[in-house]
C-alpha cells in the first residue's frame, strides 16, 4: 500500500558535479558562511534562532512531515529531529525492501503533489531527491542507496516537521 497515491515517474536523475549544486559557492569563498546566513535570515523573518542541538530518538521517525513520512514497511535503523523556532528539522534513516526507482518515484510524487518542487539527481555515484516550498519555506533533501538484496537505504532530512 504506498497511501493510494498514483505514482509519477522521476525519470532518469540529471548527473551534477558540486559546484552545479552549489548556488553560493562563491559568496561561500569570500568567507560567507551558511551559519551567517541563516542567522541573517532569522533576523528578518523573527521566527527565533536556529541553535539547537538535535535529538536521537526512533519517536522522531512518528513525526517526519506530513509529505515526508518513511515509506510503507520501511524499517527505520535511527531518527532525530529538534523544534525551536525555524529549526523544526526532522532526520530518518530506513531500510526498504521495495527497488530504488519505487521509493525515489514515491518520495518524488509526495513532493510534487504537496507543491515542492523536486529535483532528482546523480551526484558522485548517490542518488538524491531535494526540493523547495515557498509558500512554507519548506525544504527536503533525500538520498537513496541500493541495497545487495534489491531494497534500497533511505536518509531524509526535512523541516516543518510534527
Known sequence: DL????????GKPK?????????????????V?????????????????CDAKLSYDMA??????VEFPVYPK???M???????????????SFASANTMQQVVDYYYTRAIKSGFTAEYVLRDGQHAL???RSVDDGAFYITFTPRKD?????????????
Do not use: F, H
Not at 497511501?3 to 522521476?10: F, R, T, V, Y
Not at 532525530?80 to 525555524?86: E, N, W
Open 3 to 10: 497511501d493510494g497515491l498514483k505514482l509519477l515517474s522521476a
Open 15 to 31: 548527473t551534477v558535479s558540486e559546484e552545479e549544486l552549489c548556488t553560493d559557492c562563491q559568496a561561500e569563498k569570500q568567507g
Open 33 to 49: 558562511t551558511l551559519g551567517a546566513k541563516a542567522e541573517a535570515q532569522t533576523a528578518s523573518r523573527g521566527k527565533g534562532t
Open 60 to 65: 522522531w521517525a512518528t513525526r517526519m512531515p
Open 74 to 76: 520501511g524499517r527505520v
Open 78 to 92: 535511527e531518527a532525530a529531529g529538534v523544534d525551536g523556532g525555524i529549526c523544526d528539522i526532522r532526520v530518518v
Open 130 to 132: 531535494g526540493g523547495t
Open 150 to 162: 534489491g531494497g534500497t537505504d533511505v536518509d531524509i532530512v526535512a523541516n516543518n516537521g510534527r
